[in-house]
């Protein structure tokens, strides 16, 4: 190991996976692992710590900054700072495919539209985070009624047609729905086909606030989802890219966000970064609809950081 070297390291806590990256002075990836043991899962965490050190080769002694974000980002022990998701997915994204202009991130508990600039910064977003429809939550609700693997549930789809009318996409009533239209002898693949289907329009409706742009990627566990790319990118009417790694976006984010600071680049920014201040006033000013009534559809203007804001984050990351 060079002894210039030094290492900082992004974690990122979902509703449903921990990951974690190391990432070294120059900004490489050096490391990384996913772990799923349960919602929010503080055990899992340290798991995803303890791959990341082994696959970058290094100890957590060597690690000079941690970063944290995700649904639990306020839990992970020893983290340094946290920042948002939305920030830590757009700048892993954009080192992960350089020149992304589109970032479509589908978690388990809520789905979000990201327009990137130049520099790999947000510049405006939107997010579904009041109902389940899309996320990967909605495909486990699917894959347990049609009794097959998630991990499976892509591949089915992909074998059947699309042509059947879903008509929720609340994750709370998609199940019986699934249900009736396996009980009038529909086959499972055109159920899981249509549902995609259904999924990706819900998607194209987050990214129309935003406006479309290319190049496209998914972020997330549900980009590895041969289905879900599929359809999002047919509702688009452009192709949107599979990173290698989708699901440690965020955790390289949150790890070049840590080198960033440990070089010293973002003293200004005040322990927030753009997109937490556009959620915190958006949470704010937004009356959280009924689950009935939403559908997966909710009717909020995408999310831009005030001008202040904006050039103090893109101070900090340059």
Not at 131 to 140: E, H, N, P, Q, V
Not at 208 to 225: D, L
Not at 241 to 270: K, W
Request: proline share 3%; hydrophobic share 45%; aromatic share 4%.
């Amino acid at each position: 190991m060079n002894t210039g070297d030094w290492f900082v390291m992004g974690v990122d806590l979902g509703s449903t996976t921990a990951k974690a990256a190391v990432v070294d002075s120059g900004g490489a990836l050096r490391g990384a692992d996913v772990v799923q043991m349960g919602a929010v899962s503080p055990a899992a965490v340290a798991h995803a710590i303890e791959g990341a050190l082994r696959a970058a080769g290094v100890a957590g002694s060597d690690i000079r900054r941690t970063i944290s974000t995700g649904y639990g980002r306020k839990l992970v022990p020893g983290a340094d700072r946290s920042f948002t998701e939305i920030t830590c997915h757009a700048r892993g994204a954009a080192a992960l495919h350089p020149g992304v202009r589109l970032v479509i991130d589908i978690g388990g508990q809520d789905s979000k539209a990201i327009i990137v600039d130049d520099a790999g910064l947000v510049d405006r977003f939107a997010m579904n985070d009041r109902c389940a429809s899309g996320t990967g939550r909605f495909f486990d609700v699917l894959a347990r009624a049609l009794e097959v693997d998630v991990e499976a549930v892509g591949e089915l789809a992909l074998s059947g047609c699309d042509d059947l009318e879903v008509s929720s996409m609340c994750a709370t009533f998609a199940e019986t729905e699934v249900i009736s239209l396996l009980a009038q002898g529909r086959a499972k693949a055109d159920i899981a086909a249509s549902v995609h289907r259904a999924v990706a329009a819900r998607t194209l409706g987050l990214v129309a606030q935003v406006g479309k742009a290319s190049p496209a990627v998914m972020t997330g566990g549900v980009a590895k989802n041969p289905a879900a790319l599929h359809y999002v990118s047919r509702a688009l009417g452009r192709q949107v890219e599979l990173l290698e790694q989708p699901q440690i976006a965020g955790a390289y984010g949150a790890g070049l966000l840590a080198r960033d600071e440990y070089l010293g680049a973002a003293g200004s920014t005040g322990g927030r970064d753009a997109a937490a201040e556009n959620q915190v006033m958006a949470t704010a000013s937004a009356v959280t609809p009924h689950c009935v009534d939403c559908d997966g559809e909710l009717d909020h203007a995408p999310h831009k950081a005030p001008a202040p804001i904006a050039l103090e984050l893109r101070r900090s990351i340059r």
